[in-house]
């Protein structure tokens, strides 16, 4: 360092001195700002709190101190209404059965079979322009009866209810029903504080689930038929059970609680064929109700007893089996043994087959183990008829024919028959205790060789069920 530039050691000191107060101001400045925040939050909090209590003070002047309430006894009920679900239409009737005078009231409706909570506002609806405000019906239209509807007063209103606004849709006439149940609450004006406030009865709120049409669906029971009421407690319009109903109605009259007749009873019905019941003399069945029956089931329209076709039953192009134009097995025989479809042995003669085709064929059965079988369904029968045309040949000793229901043989031809021909055949069968949906009919032969024959044709099967 050169001679004459030292610096002088107080001169230092001061320097350092300077630089020292010169931060330190700078920090007292920066925490002079944050007081002056702080301050400012504090203040701006205190000025809230005070409008606060201002405000409150205020509305208190404005806000009851307990809720208003309907005097008891407000009391609405709905005396008819008319539902006209195809031409979007309500009609309603409402009658002041309460103490008090009212002003209106809120109506609201559900819109599904399902809904809960009617929420949907039909005030707005309402076809008399002055009764549609502020969400209510209202009556009171000024002056100084603020409440007009008396005590026993009716309220009539007609709702022009299509389109109906559904969850963000429309409901008309086109659409069937809109509005499945309604909630009335009645409404009241008090003067509190020298202000006129409308007042919502909710304790004497009603609830009605409505179907289409008309309907006197409740009543005063004042013992005093009034509207559309039939009766009224008592009071029965001096009618008894055939002037209240119609002739031969019988039981004591009395009145329901919505003013509707009950406690009589309808006379039995006219007996006619189709009641179910065998009741005339004319009558040999009777199995349906209705009228007239139906034929074709053992008893016929007429209430006949029916002679039933079984073959045709199974098989409906049958009449009787008479193996013209088919197989055994195809009519829906089981054969056994030595057993033919036969057209050119003896019998020469022909069957006529109870009106199917006749002819030449017919089945021969020979030998002693041959057989033929069938089951049919004879659930319901309480007799059957078999019939049949038979012809033997050759018979001799011990030489037979049996026909069986099950296992249990119903009848037999054997040599001793005498033997002229086609011989017509009749079994007739009431042991119903063998008719199941399963019965089996067979022809079992019990002859000594194949020489013996016995020759079956136009087997007919039929039953009756009464």
């Not at 069937?176 to 406030?197: D, W």
């Not at 041959?370 to 030489?399: C, K, R």
Request: glycine letters at 10%; a negative charge.
């Amino acid at each position: 360092m050169k001679r004459g530039s030292q610096v002088h050691p107080s001169s230092s000191r001061t320097t350092s001195w300077r630089s020292s107060l010169a931060r330190k101001r700078k920090g007292l400045l920066k925490n002079r700002r944050g007081i002056s925040v702080m301050i400012g939050y504090i203040l701006l909090i205190s000025m809230a709190i005070l409008m606060s209590i201002i405000v409150y003070q205020w509305v208190k002047t404005y806000v009851p101190q307990e809720s208003i309430k309907c005097d008891e006894g407000v009391s609405l009920f709905i005396q008819s209404y008319n539902n006209d679900c195809s031409d979007d239409r309500f009609d309603l009737t409402l009658k002041n059965n309460g103490r008090f005078d009212i002003a209106g009231y809120f109506i609201h409706a559900t819109t599904s079979s399902d809904q809960e909570l009617a929420v949907n506002d039909l005030s707005s609806y309402n076809t008399n322009p002055k009764r549609k405000v502020g969400g209510f019906v209202k009556y009171w239209t000024g002056g100084n009866d603020i409440n007009p509807k008396s005590a026993g007063d009716t309220l009539s209103d007609s709702f022009a209810i299509g389109p109906l606004s559904v969850n963000g849709g429309t409901c008309s006439s086109s659409s069937g029903q809109c509005i499945y149940s309604i909630e009335i609450v009645p409404l009241r004006y008090e003067t509190i504080k020298n202000r006129i406030r409308p007042v919502s009865c909710t304790d004497a709120r009603i609830k009605e689930n409505l179907i289409c049409g008309t309907f006197g669906i409740s009543c005063n029971l004042n013992n005093n038929i009034e509207g559309t009421e039939q009766c009224d407690g008592t009071d029965l319009d001096g009618k008894n059970c055939e002037t209240a109903f119609e002739s031969g109605w019988t039981g004591t009259l009395s009145c329901t609680s919505s003013c509707t007749f009950t406690g009589c009873t309808a006379p039995p019905p006219a007996a006619v064929c189709g009641d179910g019941t065998v009741n005339q003399e004319s009558e040999q069945c009777d199995n349906d109700v209705g009228s007239p029956p139906l034929s074709g089931d053992g008893c016929s329209s007429s209430c006949q007893v029916e002679t039933l076709n079984i073959v045709a039953l199974k098989y409906p192009s049958l009449k009787v089996f008479g193996f013209e134009d088919n197989t055994i097995v195809n009519q829906g025989w089981t054969i056994s043994g030595n057993v033919n479809r036969n057209t050119v042995e003896s019998p020469t003669i022909n069957v006529t087959d109870a009106g199917q085709k006749g002819g030449i064929a017919n089945i021969r059965i020979r030998g002693g183990t041959a057989s033929i079988s069938q089951n049919f369904n004879l659930v319901g029968y309480t007799t059957v008829t078999v019939n049949w045309s038979g012809y033997y040949n050759s018979f001799e000793g011990s030489d037979c024919l049996q026909f069986k229901v099950g296992t249990s043989v119903i009848n037999s031809w054997c040599s001793s028959t005498t033997q002229d021909g086609w011989i017509p055949q009749n079994v007739i069968l009431t042991d119903t205790s063998s008719f199941t949906s399963s019965t089996q009919f067979s022809f079992v032969g019990g002859m000594n060789s194949d020489g013996d024959k016995f020759y079956i044709d136009g087997i007919n099967i039929s039953g009756v069920k009464y």
